[in-house]
């Protein structure tokens, strides 16, 4: 038994097109509300969080939705395609909604009057420039209300798709795998993040508060267009899928597809129901810490800290790419718990530490302290999902995919409107790390009871079977 890399890596084009868009997304649209709209980091974290609100909702419906389609294209394709085109589409839209806005903010003189101030401190200079803009789209709100109307499009279209594309790969990969299975499916999806990241830097996305972002934007769906056209040449979902059930047939580790087809449902016992439970709420703590930092890091970095983002991110990405394989392969030796409470430690060190830089500080000292959370990110993310999908039967994958998300999104609501209050209450430098730090290290609390969600092990034939070789 061992993974098929080069199918895993094909169904993994359509998480490389999600991470694309939303490594984009998470980077310019805090900017253009800050920047562009001038709202204040509440205002602005209750938009971000959007996504989130209609995620909880959504996810679960169309993971369900999709364990009971059936097409010639298969159970999730379908989802993959249309979403996918749809969320191209309008997010190209979004940014000609912004470039109307940001004409009127040129046309105030606002860039001229940032220029030519210099006698105040970088947060009240900043805070003088967000009430002038602000004070502008109040006059006219119609730009905001197409910004946000149109930012729905985008994110329903994203939601009909995220289930059924993160689904996919516990469809055609047999339970024992399904970790380094996930080690793949991120990694491609890192690609995705890190290619846009590149795009950032050339486009100098955090060089100029009051940039255009359609060239952007037109090149990172470009990249996604180009992850959509290679899923849809190259991945055989119902051939695939067929296959991994009569996999997980021989191998003894489930009961036969035909049960599952009559609508037999896994109950869970109450140990497992509990195990589930404490593995969500993990999800949702260490969310709550990583998405209070990744959804206002752009605005932090440029803003607070006078740093490059871009750079730092594709630091933090690399690093993450660095430890997919390896942390997939741990963790089928020593289980996903134990690697899972590892990276917690990590991602928590690595916030903590981040408390300590200032504007003051060398901007490579970021570096090391984004290596050590990218990898510690990679650690949790690769062993999660899979333990929420190991106690589901296979006809009930996208429920469980959903279950995870719900916990996911849930989290994600919270975090930008929570941390945005904390931020104008009592200071983005002051909090920013702090915040990240506190919820992260309280997941390594709820994980550390849980008791069901790791691997079936199976004995190892022979020396070359362990390294997974012919």
Same mark, same amino acid.
């Given at each position: 038994?061992?993974?098929?890399?080069?199918?895993?890596?094909? +169904?993994?084009?359509?998480?490389?097109?999600?991470?694309?868009?939303?490594?984009?997304?998470?980077?310019?649209?805090? #900017?253009?509300?800050?920047?562009?709209?001038?709202?204040?980091?509440?205002?602005?974290?209750?938009?971000?969080?959007?996504?989130?609100?209609?995620?909880?909702?959504? #996810?679960?419906?169309?993971?369900?939705?999709?364990?009971? +389609?059936?097409?010639?294209?298969?159970?999730?394709?379908?989802?993959?395609?249309?979403?996918?085109?749809?969320?191209?589409?309008?997010?190209?839209?979004?940014?000609?909604?912004?470039?109307?806005?940001?004409?009127?903010?040129?046309?105030?003189?606002?860039?001229?009057?940032?220029?030519?101030?210099?006698?105040?401190?970088?947060?009240?200079?900043?805070?003088?420039?967000?009430?002038?803009?602000?004070?502008?789209?109040?006059?006219?709100?119609?730009?905001?209300?197409?910004?946000?109307?149109?930012?729905?499009?985008?994110?329903?279209?994203?939601?009909?798709?995220?289930?059924?594309?993160?689904? #996919?790969?516990?469809?055609?990969?047999?339970?024992?795998?399904?970790?380094?299975?996930?080690?793949?499916?991120?990694?491609?999806?890192?690609?995705?993040?890190?290619? @846009?990241?590149?795009?950032?830097?050339?486009?100098?996305?955090?060089?100029?508060?009051?940039?255009?972002?359609?060239?952007?934007?037109?090149?990172? =769906?470009?990249?996604?267009?180009?992850?959509?056209?290679?899923?849809?040449?190259?991945?055989?979902?119902?051939?695939?899928?067929?296959?991994?059930?009569?996999?997980?047939?021989?191998?003894? #580790?489930?009961? $036969?597809?035909?049960?599952?087809?009559?609508?037999?449902?896994?109950?869970?016992?109450?140990?497992?129901? @509990?195990?589930?439970?404490?593995?969500?709420?993990?999800?949702?703590?260490?969310?709550?810490?990583?998405?209070?930092?990744?959804?206002?890091?752009?605005?932090?970095?440029?803003?607070?800290?006078?740093?490059?983002?871009?750079?730092?991110?594709?630091?933090?990405?690399?690093?993450?790419?660095?430890?997919?394989?390896?942390?997939?392969?741990?963790?089928?030796?020593?289980?996903?718990?134990?690697?899972?409470?590892?990276?917690?430690?990590?991602?928590?060190?690595?916030?903590?530490?981040?408390?300590?830089?200032?504007?003051?500080?060398?901007?490579?000292?970021?570096?090391?302290?984004?290596?050590?959370?990218?990898?510690?990110?990679? =650690?949790?993310?690769?062993?999660?999902?899979?333990?929420?999908?190991?106690?589901?039967?296979?006809?009930?994958?996208?429920?469980?995919?959903?279950?995870?998300?719900?916990?996911?999104?849930?989290?994600?609501?919270?975090?930008?409107?929570?941390?945005?209050?904390?931020?104008?209450?009592?200071?983005?430098?002051?909090?920013?790390?702090?915040?990240? $730090?506190?919820?992260?290290?309280?997941?390594?609390?709820?994980?550390?009871?849980?008791?069901?969600?790791?691997?079936?092990?199976?004995?190892?034939?022979?020396?070359?079977?362990?390294?997974?070789?012919?």
């Amino acid at each position: 038994m061992k993974l098929n890399y080069k199918r895993t890596i094909l +169904v993994g084009m359509a998480f490389f097109l999600i991470s694309a868009f939303w490594q984009a997304y998470d980077a310019i649209v805090p #900017l253009i509300l800050t920047n562009h709209f001038g709202l204040p980091q509440t205002a602005s974290g209750a938009v971000m969080s959007i996504d989130n609100v209609l995620a909880v909702f959504m #996810l679960p419906i169309f993971g369900a939705l999709s364990d009971k +389609v059936n097409t010639k294209f298969g159970k999730r394709t379908p989802f993959i395609v249309i979403g996918s085109v749809a969320a191209i589409v309008a997010f190209i839209g979004l940014t000609l909604v912004d470039n109307y806005q940001l004409a009127r903010v040129i046309e105030a003189g606002i860039p001229e009057i940032r220029g030519a101030c210099a006698d105040m401190s970088a947060e009240a200079y900043d805070e003088y420039i967000r009430k002038l803009t602000v004070e502008l789209t109040i006059k006219n709100p119609a730009p905001l209300i197409g910004f946000i109307a149109t930012l729905l499009v985008v994110l329903v279209s994203m939601a009909t798709f995220r289930s059924p594309a993160v689904a #996919l790969m516990p469809d055609v990969t047999v339970k024992p795998l399904r970790s380094k299975g996930n080690a793949i499916i991120n990694l491609t999806g890192t690609a995705g993040g890190i290619l @846009v990241l590149v795009l950032g830097m050339v486009f100098a996305t955090s060089k100029n508060h009051y940039m255009q972002y359609t060239g952007y934007v037109v090149a990172v =769906t470009a990249i996604m267009l180009t992850g959509l056209i290679v899923f849809i040449l190259c991945v055989k979902e119902k051939q695939w899928a067929k296959e991994m059930e009569e996999q997980t047939v021989a191998l003894g #580790l489930e009961d $036969t597809p035909a049960e599952t087809e009559i609508g037999e449902k896994r109950k869970l016992s109450r140990p497992e129901l @509990v195990s589930l439970l404490l593995i969500l709420a993990s999800v949702a703590l260490w969310f709550i810490g990583y998405n209070s930092i990744t959804s206002k890091y752009s605005v932090y970095a440029t803003n607070i800290l006078g740093f490059d983002f871009n750079f730092t991110l594709i630091i933090a990405q690399a690093a993450a790419i660095v430890s997919y394989i390896p942390v997939g392969i741990v963790s089928s030796k020593l289980g996903r718990k134990k690697t899972i409470l590892a990276g917690i430690v990590m991602l928590a060190s690595a916030f903590l530490i981040g408390n300590f830089i200032t504007p003051k500080t060398p901007e490579f000292i970021m570096y090391p302290v984004f290596i050590l959370a990218g990898m510690g990110w990679a =650690t949790i993310n690769v062993n999660s999902f899979p333990m929420v999908v190991e106690l589901a039967k296979g006809g009930d994958v996208g429920k469980y995919t959903g279950y995870y998300y719900t916990a996911s999104m849930s989290a994600q609501i919270v975090a930008p409107i929570l941390s945005g209050i904390l931020y104008d209450l009592i200071g983005m430098r002051y909090v920013f790390f702090a915040f990240g $730090t506190v919820f992260v290290a309280l997941s390594f609390v709820t994980m550390f009871f849980v008791k069901h969600g790791d691997a079936k092990v199976l004995e190892k034939k022979s020396a070359l079977e362990h390294l997974d070789v012919d």
